[in-house]
C-alpha cells in the first residue's frame, strides 16, 4: 500500500473516530441538560405550596419565568450565575443544618436514619413508598452530576472541598 494511500485510510479512520467521540459521549448533556434544569425549577417551585396551597396554579408561569430570568443571566457568562447562586446555595445548606440539628436535638434517635439498615427495613415494610420515594434520590442523584459540569469552572479541588466541607454534612445533619 502506498504512502498515500495509507495517509487517507489513517486520515478517514481517523475522521470516524472523532465524529464518534464528539457526538456519542456529548448526547446525555444536550438531551438531558436543559430538561435537569426545568425539572429542579419546577420541583422547587412546587415545593412552595406545602406552605401556601393557593399557589398551586402560579407553579407554572413562577417556574417559566425563574427559568427566563436564569437563562437572561446566563447568557452574560456563568459567572455572574455563580456570584448570584453560591451566597443563595450557601444560605439554603446553613438553613438546612440548622433545621437539622434542631430535629436531632427535639429526637435524637432520627440519627439512626443514616445507617443503611433503615433503608433495608424500610423497602420491606412499606415497598411501594420506598419505591416512590427512590424519586427523590434519584433526583438528587441526578442532581450531583451539576458538579462534574461545575469542575470545568472552579476546579476538582475546589467542588471536593466545597461538597466534602459544606454540601456533605449539612445534607446529614437535614
Avoid: K
Avoid at 439498615?117 to 442523584?141: D, E, H, K, Q, Y
Amino acid at each position: 500500500m502506498s504512502r498515500r494511500a495509507r495517509s487517507e485510510r489513517s486520515a478517514g479512520a481517523h475522521r470516524r473516530s472523532r465524529v464518534t467521540q464528539l457526538s456519542v459521549p456529548r448526547r446525555h448533556p444536550i438531551a438531558g441538560g436543559p430538561n435537569d434544569i426545568a425539572i429542579s425549577v419546577l420541583s422547587a417551585v412546587e415545593g412552595l405550596t406545602v406552605a401556601a396551597p393557593q399557589l398551586e396554579s402560579m407553579i407554572l408561569p413562577i417556574s417559566i419565568v425563574i427559568l427566563i430570568g436564569l437563562f437572561m443571566v446566563q447568557a452574560r457568562g456563568t459567572a455572574r450565575v455563580g456570584a448570584i447562586f453560591g451566597p443563595l446555595v450557601l444560605i439554603y445548606m446553613a438553613v438546612l443544618a440548622i433545621l437539622g440539628v434542631s430535629n436531632i436535638v427535639e429526637r435524637p434517635d432520627v440519627i439512626g436514619a443514616l445507617n443503611p439498615l433503615w433503608a433495608i427495613r424500610f423497602f420491606v415494610a412499606n415497598p411501594t413508598t420506598a419505591f416512590l420515594a427512590m424519586g427523590s434520590v434519584f433526583l438528587a442523584v441526578t442532581g450531583a452530576e451539576t458538579l462534574y459540569a461545575d469542575m470545568g469552572h472552579f476546579g476538582r479541588r475546589a467542588i471536593a472541598y466545597s461538597w466534602l466541607a459544606i454540601a456533605y454534612p449539612c445534607l446529614m445533619l437535614n
